[in-house]
C-alpha cells in the first residue's frame, strides 16, 4: 500500500532529473571542455576536456577576493544589526511579533532591483542624501577641516554602496531565522537559569546565546550566498567598474566576450564554495527549512 | 517546633479580572515536607511561582526569614526549583548541568564575592551524582536520559547548591507509577537527610498523604485546609477535602447534640461537638469504616446493588433509601441482598456545611458504571430470555 | 529578565530604527512617485502624471503583467505539483526518501546564479538539438515543427523548478506533524484512499499548502537572477526591465510601480490580518 502511494512523487523525481540534476552536470561538463578550432582551413569546432577554464580563473583572484571579502563584511554587519533586532522581537507581545514580522517581510513582496534602485536616488552624487548635507551645511564643513573641494560625498559606485545594497536585501535574512529560534526557547530553561543564580547577562551569555546559534548558522548561510554571488547590486550601486564574481559570470554568458566554459567553470567553484560552507552550516545548524518556513 | 522559614501574608495574584489567589495566609516552617495539594487552576503553582520569584503577588507580602521579599529577583533568593517539565539545559552534559549554579560567583552577607575552584565544583558535583544515583552519567547528553534519569538530574541541579528551601513543581508528574513510588520514597529520604525544606506541588492525593509533614488542600485560589496528612484524612474540613481526599460518602445530616447525629432519621454516636442544636451539617464516612452485619442488627439498611471485586477488596455499592453509598470490605454480598450496616462512632465525621456541600452526591454514577461494566459480558440476545426483577 | 519583560526603550529606539532604514527607501520612492518632474531627487510638486505614463508604457506594462502571470501560474502548479510530491516522499522508505529530498533542496541551496546559468546552458543545448532535428526533418521530410527558443515557457519552467523546494518545505512538515492513525480512521470508517485524502489529510496540511503557495509566489516576484538567464531576449520581467533601464536613465515610472506594488501588498497584508483577528475572535467568542 505505502510503496504505490510513493509513487505520487515519481513525476517530480522525473522533473528534477531533467530541470535540477541534468543543467548542473551540464555546468560541470562546459567547466571542463573547451572548443578547440580543430581544422584551421576549415574553422571546424570541436570540443576537448581541458582544465584550461580552471586556470584561467587565476586571471581573476582579485575579483575572487573581492566578492569574498564584500560578502563577508556585509554578512557581518547584518550579523550585528540582525541579532540584536530579533533578540528585540523575541521579548515583545505577539500583537507587535504579528506586525513587526510582517514589517520585514513586506519590502520582500517588492522585487529585489526595485529596492537596490531606491538606494540608487539616495546614494548619487546629486541624490537626496548628498542634498541634505550640503543643505546642512556638512560638505563645507568636511571641505575646511580636510582643505578639500569637494562637491558632494561620492557615495555610489563604490564598495561601500555594494555592502550597503547586500545589507539592505539581506538584513530580513538574517533576522527571521535567528527570530525563529529564539522565541521558541522554552521559557522554563531560563527561568531554571535564573533559579540557580544567574542575572541577566549571565542568562544571556550561557543560555539563550548559545541555543541561537542554529539561527544565527542559518541566517549567516541565507546572507552569505547570495551576497557571494549577486551581480545586479554591484551593477546598480557599484557603477560598471565595480566587478563581482556575479558580473564575472554574467559577462561569460550574455557579455561579449562570449564564454560559457569559463563561466562554467566559475559557477563550479562558487557551487563547490557554497556546498562547502552548508556542510559545515548543518552539522551545527538548523538549516534552511526553519529559516524559509518561519 | 522548627522556626517559621516563608510566610505569605494576605497574598492575592490577580490577572486582568481573573484571581487565581484569594488572600492566602500560609506559614511554612524550616525542614518540613509541605505540600500544596489540589485540582487543576486551584492556585498551587501561582503560589509555588510566588515563593520562587517567578511572580509577584498583586498584593500581600511574602516573607523568608522574617525578611520582605517580595522584589527580590529569584537569583538571589536562596531558593532553587525543580520544574514540571524538568527544564535541563539541552545544550549542556549532565555535569554541566548541574554545575550551572555553582559556577556563579555569589556575595555572602559581608559583600564579599565567592568563587568555587574547579575541584570544589568536581567534589560537590560528583557527591550530588551519588545522592541521586547517577554516577557515571557525568558525560551523557540530556537526550540520551529516560524520563526517570532527567528528573533525577533536575533534582541533583537543584540540590547541589544547598538552598534552604527547594520548591518543587509537580516533578513526578511524566513517570510511571512503580517509578513514581520509587521516586517518593527517594524525594522522602533526601529531605530528611539533608534537612531541606520541601515545597511540594501535587493534584495526587496518595502522594502528597504518602510524603508529606504538612499538607495544604487548595481550591479556587484559596487555602481549604491545612494539618498532617492524618488531620486531613480523618477530619476533613468540609465536602471538598472530604470529597478530594479518598473515597468518602458525604450525607445530609442534622446535629442533635454533641456526639449525636442524625442521618436518615436515625441517630447515630459520634465524637464531634460544638454545633449548634438541630444545625444542618455534612456527614462524611469513609468506605472503609462502614461494617456489614446481618439485616436485622444493622443500624441502616439498603440493598446492595453493585459489587465489583478490586483485588485488596470489594468495591459494594448499597443502595440506602435512595442514596447510594460505597462501602469497601473484604466481605461478600451478592447483588440484590439487603444488609444491614453498623459504623463506629470514630468513623463518623461532622463538618460544617459550606459552599461544597451538596456539590458531591452519592454514587449512583459509580454505580452505573459498575452496571456497564458487568454488563460487557451480557450477551443482547438473551436479553428477552431474561425475567428482570427491577425493584 | 525573563523573554517575557518587555524591552527597554533603548531596545526599542534601535528597533524602530532599524525599521526606518528598512522603509526609507520605499518612502523615498513613493514620495518621488508622485514629483513633478523628472527629478528622482528634487520635489518639484504633487502630481499624477507618472502613474498615467506608466499605464501608457508598453515595455513595463508587458514586464509586469509577465511577472504576475509567471508568479500566478508557477505557484500554483508548483502547489499542486509539491503537495502531491510531498506525499509520495512521505510514503517513501528513508532509503530512497533522504538523496531524493538532497536533490530537491540543491535549487535552495545554489546561488541563484548557478541555478539559472545551468538552466540557460541546459536549454541553449536543448533547443539547439531540437531545432537541428527540425532542420533535417525539413530538409528530407518536408515535414516542419516549430522552432524553439529562450522565452515565457523556458522562464515559467525555470520558476516552477525553484518554487517545488518551497512547497515541499512547507508541506512535509505537516505531514510529518500529522497522525498518521488518521487515515487509517478514515479507511476504518469505510472511505477509500482517495476519499480519505480529501477529507482527512488535506484539511490537516491545508495551512502548509496554502503557506507554501505564499512563499512559491513571493519567492517568484522577488527573482531577478534566474528570470535574467531563461527568459530569453523577447520575453522580461519587471526586474529585468528595471535593470536594463538602470543602465540608462530611470524615469520616475519606475517609481510608480514600486509604489503601486508596495500598496497592493500592504492593502492584502492588512486584509488577511484583519480578517484573522475577526476568525480569532468569532473563535473566542464561541468557546465562552
Same mark, same amino acid.
Request: glycine share 6%; aromatic share 10%.
Given at each position: ?294 | ?391 | ?133 527540425? !532542420? ?43 497522525? !498518521? ?17 480529501? !477529507? ?46 538602470? !543602465? ?41
Amino acid at each position: 500500500m505505502k510503496s504505490k502511494r510513493s509513487l505520487l512523487a515519481t513525476p517530480y523525481v522525473i522533473w528534477m532529473a531533467l530541470f535540477t540534476v541534468i543543467p548542473i552536470l551540464m555546468m560541470v561538463v562546459y567547466a571542463f571542455t573547451q572548443e578547440i578550432v580543430v581544422d584551421a582551413e576549415t574553422g571546424e569546432k570541436a570540443v576537448r576536456f581541458t582544465l584550461n577554464n580552471f586556470a584561467q580563473m587565476g586571471a581573476y583572484t582579485v575579483v575572487f577576493l573581492r566578492s569574498f571579502k564584500l560578502a563577508l563584511v556585509s554578512t557581518a554587519v547584518c550579523l550585528l544589526i540582525g541579532y540584536p533586532v530579533a533578540y528585540l522581537m523575541a521579548k515583545e507581545g505577539p500583537q507587535f511579533q504579528k506586525i513587526a514580522m510582517a514589517l520585514i517581510m513586506l519590502p520582500m513582496w517588492m522585487n529585489f532591483l526595485l529596492r537596490t534602485y531606491a538606494w540608487m536616488s539616495i546614494l548619487e552624487n546629486t541624490g537626496l542624501l548628498n542634498r541634505l548635507f550640503k543643505a546642512i551645511g556638512l560638505i563645507d564643513l568636511v571641505n575646511h577641516i580636510m582643505g578639500t573641494n569637494l562637491q558632494f560625498f561620492p557615495m555610489i559606485n563604490t564598495q561601500g554602496a555594494v555592502v550597503l545594497g547586500m545589507v539592505y536585501n539581506y538584513l530580513p535574512f538574517m533576522i527571521l531565522p535567528i527570530y525563529s529560534v529564539i522565541v521558541k526557547l522554552d521559557n522554563s530553561l531560563l527561568e531554571a537559569a535564573q533559579d540557580l543564580g544567574a542575572g541577566s547577562s549571565r542568562v544571556f551569555r550561557k543560555i539563550i546565546l548559545p541555543l541561537s546559534l542554529p539561527g544565527v548558522l542559518s541566517g549567516i548561510t541565507m546572507v552569505f550566498v547570495p551576497a557571494v554571488s549577486t551581480f545586479a547590486i554591484s551593477r546598480l550601486l557599484g557603477g560598471n567598474n565595480l566587478m563581482l564574481l556575479g558580473n564575472l559570470i554574467e559577462m561569460q554568458f550574455v557579455g561579449t566576450a562570449y564564454n560559457p566554459h569559463l563561466g562554467s567553470a566559475i559557477s563550479l567553484v562558487m557551487m563547490v564554495v557554497v556546498v562547502i560552507c552548508m556542510a559545515v552550516m548543518n552539522r551545527f545548524g538548523e538549516g534552511e527549512e526553519q529559516a524559509v518556513i518561519l | 517546633m522548627s522556626k517559621e522559614l516563608i510566610r505569605l501574608a494576605n497574598c492575592t495574584m490577580a490577572f486582568d479580572d481573573e484571581v487565581v489567589l484569594d488572600n492566602i495566609d500560609l506559614s511554612i516552617r524550616d525542614k518540613e515536607f509541605l505540600t500544596l495539594l489540589g485540582p487543576s487552576g486551584c492556585g498551587k503553582t501561582t503560589t509555588l511561582r510566588i515563593i520562587g520569584g517567578f511572580q509577584t503577588p498583586t498584593s500581600g507580602d511574602l516573607l523568608f526569614d522574617g525578611v520582605r521579599i517580595n522584589a527580590v529577583p529569584p537569583y538571589k533568593r536562596t531558593i532553587n526549583t525543580v520544574f514540571q517539565k524538568y527544564a535541563l539545559f539541552p545544550h549542556l552534559n549532565v555535569y554541566e548541568n548541574i554545575a550551572f549554579g555553582l559556577r556563579i560567583p555569589k556575595t555572602d552577607e559581608k559583600g564579599k564575592k565567592l568563587k568555587l575552584t574547579e575541584e570544589e565544583i568536581d567534589q560537590r558535583v560528583t557527591e550530588m551524582l551519588e545522592v541521586v544515583n547517577l554516577r557515571g552519567f557525568e558525560k551523557r547528553h540530556i537526550s540520551q536520559l529516560s524520563g526517570g534519569q532527567q528528573q533525577r538530574v533536575a533534582i541533583a541541579r537543584a540540590l547541589v547548591n544547598r538552598p534552604k528551601v527547594l520548591l518543587l513543581d509537580e516533578p513526578l508528574g511524566a513517570l510511571d507509577l512503580k517509578l513514581r513510588k520509587d521516586m517518593q520514597n527517594e524525594l522522602k529520604r533526601i529531605q530528611q537527610a539533608m534537612e531541606i525544606t520541601f515545597v511540594y506541588v501535587t493534584h495526587d492525593q496518595e502522594e502528597a498523604l504518602a510524603m508529606s509533614d504538612t499538607v495544604v488542600v487548595m481550591d479556587k485560589g484559596k487555602i481549604q485546609q491545612i494539618g498532617s496528612p492524618e488531620d486531613i484524612y480523618n477530619e476533613p474540613k468540609n465536602a471538598f477535602v472530604a470529597d478530594f481526599i479518598g473515597e468518602s460518602n458525604i450525607i445530609d445530616g442534622i446535629m442533635r447534640a454533641d456526639g449525636v447525629v442524625e442521618i436518615f432519621n436515625r441517630r447515630f454516636q459520634c465524637l464531634d461537638g460544638g454545633f449548634a442544636p438541630d444545625e444542618a451539617v455534612d456527614v462524611v464516612i469513609r468506605p472503609e469504616d462502614v461494617d456489614i452485619v446481618p439485616v436485622d442488627q444493622g443500624q441502616l439498611k439498603g440493598t446492595v446493588t453493585n459489587v465489583t471485586f478490586k483485588g485488596m477488596q470489594y468495591d459494594i455499592i448499597v443502595d440506602f433509601y435512595g442514596f447510594k453509598w460505597l462501602i469497601q470490605t473484604t466481605d461478600l454480598s451478592p447483588v440484590g441482598s439487603l444488609i444491614g450496616i453498623k459504623i463506629d462512632p470514630d468513623g463518623i465525621h461532622v463538618m460544617k456545611k459550606s459552599e461544597y456541600s451538596g456539590m458531591f452526591g452519592d454514587y449512583s454514577s459509580y454505580s452505573e458504571e459498575y452496571e456497564e461494566i458487568s454488563d460487557a459480558t451480557f450477551d443482547p440476545e438473551d436479553a428477552d430470555q431474561e425475567g428482570g426483577d427491577e425493584e | 529578565m525573563s523573554l517575557k519583560q518587555r524591552p527597554s526603550i533603548w531596545g526599542r529606539l534601535f528597533m524602530g530604527l532599524v525599521f526606518l532604514f528598512l522603509y526609507a527607501p520605499i518612502f523615498v520612492l513613493i514620495v518621488f512617485s508622485f514629483n513633478n518632474s523628472k527629478s528622482r531627487t528634487v520635489w518639484n510638486g504633487f502630481t499624477l502624471n507618472w502613474y498615467v505614463e506608466l499605464f501608457r508604457d508598453s515595455q513595463i506594462m508587458n514586464s509586469l503583467y509577465t511577472t504576475l502571470l509567471v508568479a500566478l501560474l508557477s505557484a500554483v502548479i508548483a502547489t499542486i505539483a509539491g503537495t502531491f510530491a510531498s506525499i509520495g516522499f512521505y510514503n517513501m522508505k528513508r532509503r530512497w526518501r533522504d538523496p531524493l529530498m538532497t536533490v530537491n533542496n540543491i535549487p535552495m541551496m545554489n546561488a541563484d546564479i548557478v541555478t539559472g546559468v545551468s538552466l540557460c546552458l541546459f536549454f541553449v543545448a536543448a533547443f539547439a538539438g531540437w531545432n537541428g532535428f527540425v !532542420k533535417w526533418m525539413e530538409s528530407t521530410y518536408r515535414l516542419t515543427a516549430p522552432r524553439l527558443s529562450l522565452g515565457f515557457g523556458t522562464l515559467l519552467i525555470a520558476h516552477i523548478s525553484f518554487n517545488i523546494p518551497y512547497v515541499i518545505l512547507s508541506v512535509m512538515p505537516k505531514l510529518r506533524q500529522m497522525d !498518521k492513525n488518521l487515515i487509517d480512521a478514515a479507511q476504518d470508517l469505510g472511505c477509500t484512499w482517495m476519499q480519505a485524502f480529501w !477529507k482527512v489529510v488535506v484539511p490537516e496540511i491545508k495551512p502548509g499548502i496554502i503557506n507554501g503557495m505564499l512563499i512559491a509566489f513571493t519567492m517568484s516576484v522577488d527573482d531577478f537572477v534566474i528570470s535574467y538567464f531563461t527568459a530569453g531576449a523577447k520575453t522580461s520581467t519587471l526586474a529585468m526591465t528595471i535593470y536594463g533601464m538602470a !543602465k540608462r536613465r530611470i524615469s520616475p515610472k519606475m517609481n510608480a510601480v514600486s509604489t503601486l506594488l508596495f500598496v497592493t501588498v500592504l492593502i492584502l497584508l492588512i486584509i488577511v490580518n484583519v480578517r484573522q483577528a475577526h476568525q480569532e475572535k468569532a473563535m473566542a467568542k464561541q468557546k465562552k
